[in-house]
């Protein structure tokens, strides 16, 4: 390969491979970006669920001990064990895929509050409306809500709510991060641009010093001497496959020369 072609195609394959390059690291980086964006996203969806599962278990709970405790109903009993075993179930759930589980330690004791004090109440039996006296009175079970049991599920559902908001507290550093990441994937490319302005801008220099202006003028060159018989004389410094074309064109002259004499 000679000279000019060679600095042409090293020049191109130079702004082929860079781009290649950049493109690879760019489309890394972005994957790795959505990827985090995407966990994220899970993440705080999957919280969001957990807790609000939590919550309606936590609220039929609450509905079922107001019946039991203030209108001794037991027809509520039912309710009362499931939205409890849903709670505990589904903390459980919580805590297994949690990265911090110390964001679920106060649901977890407040949790327990509410079983211990689900099963001392489960275990003095439910009154009957009709019997009140014989165990405690109306007004006793709406004491016993209000005193006792309300304390624990309002505690519990502050914690059910604080977990349900703990990714947002999260959000704030990985959100740097993501920031960083895609800084990190458009940089390659801009630092691409640059060189390849700077490639493209020496490639232009160098085709016109080398290539455009030598051709321009031995073009000029010829078209005196066809017209007015000038000497062929191209100045500049010339070299490879340019320098071949003028010494070509000067022996062609020269040999018509000859012919004519």
Known sequence: MTGMRRRVTIG????????????????V?????????????????????????????????NVAMIHLSVFGDRDYDSLCLSSLERLEERLQVAQFEAVDRSVLDSTAFAATDLR?????????????????????????????????????YVRLTSSIKAYMTSTQSSLVPRTEQMKKNAYRAVTPVLISLLVMIAIVLMLFYFMTIYCVNPILRMNKGLGDWLTFHAPFAVRGDLKDEVLELKEKIETLISLSRQNKI
């Not at 191109?12 to 760019?26: E, R």
């Not at 985090?36 to 939590?54: H, S, W």
């Open 12 to 27: 191109f394959l130079s702004i082929v491979c860079l781009l290649s390059f950049s493109g690879m690291v760019s489309l």
């Open 29 to 61: 980086e972005l994957s790795r970006l959505s990827r985090d964006t995407d966990d994220l996203m899970q993440t705080n969806k999957r919280n969001i669920e957990l807790a609000k599962a939590m919550l309606d278990a936590a609220h039929n709970h």
């Open 116 to 152: 211990v004090l689900t099963d001392e109440y489960m275990a003095f039996g439910v009154p009957d409306p009709a019997a009140a006296k014989d165990f405690r009175s109306d007004s006793e079970g709406a004491r016993w809500y209000k005193d006792e049991y309300m304390s624990v």
